[in-house]
């Protein structure tokens, strides 16, 4: 596994895996790797005969009082889950070599960026753009494969590759859980043994909706108040909770086929976000 530190020696490298007629998939992170993270590359190892994987922490997206400087990092445990995952490089880019001074341009996806974590977090998705068109123009990948927990991230590179017609296919993996449902995160080593238990209130509120869904409930509003009372009855402060469409991320009063459930919520001082569709799960005959 070759370890890159450089945008033009990534691209050099990618340029010539292209010339040879070899496909390159990236999965971008932020390292402190689960099992989340490993499910993409291994599906980034399926899909390409080069797997690119970036790590690097990107302050763009943080807020001025969030946690970027207290974000976990630990490349030597990183670099070896990569490893074991098949990644053959991992992009490693210090900030300077990311943002060289003078930086003056960013990319923003108007109306998405500004939904639902938008309004708590108003730069983090101009952040996450700017970063990931800068990743994908040093990689040079055919494909890139995010998680979907991120969805309104999903949802809003997408938007960004279509209208700037950026020859990379975007692919969205399923979340992965721990045992008691809680969405994989590397932010869930924040939580504290009591916040970390009463933290699986988000999925469990989730999963509930999902099944009155099942059972014919379709009111967006009523839906939301399914998980909304799971939150509360464990004392999980509500960010947001909403049923919207899939892709335009408006709210969906009525449930069509296309919808999902979004959430934010804290657990302590712990920003969680989750999320599930709600299809109709088809009857065999
Ligand atoms: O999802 C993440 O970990 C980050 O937002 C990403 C896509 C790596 C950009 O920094």
Known sequence: MKIIKTVHEMQEFSLAQRTGGKTISLVP?????????ISLLRE???RG??????LFVNPMQFGPKED??????DFDRDS???KSAGTDVIFYPDVQEMYPEPFKTSVYVAELS??????????HFKGVTTVVMKLFNAVLPQRAIFGEKDFQQLVILRQMVKDLNMPVEILGMPIIREPDGLAMSSRNTYLTMDDRRRASSISKGLLNATEAFQKGLKDGKALQGIVRSDIQAAGLKED?????N???LKPADVVSDTARIVVAAYAGNVRLIDNMPLKKIKKKK
Request: aromatic residues 8%; glycine residues 14%; contains cysteine.
């Open 29 to 37: 992170t932020m390292g402190y790797l689960h099992e989340g993270h």
């Open 68 to 73: 970027f400087s207290k974000y976990p990092r």
């Open 44 to 46: 980034g190892k399926n």
């Open 246 to 248: 899939e892709k335009t």
């Open 80 to 82: 070896g889950l990569a």
């Open 114 to 123: 500004g939904m639902l974590c938008g309004k708590t977090r108003p730069e």
């Open 49 to 54: 005969d080069v797997l690119v994987m970036s």
């Open 240 to 244: 947001y909770i909403e049923v919207v």
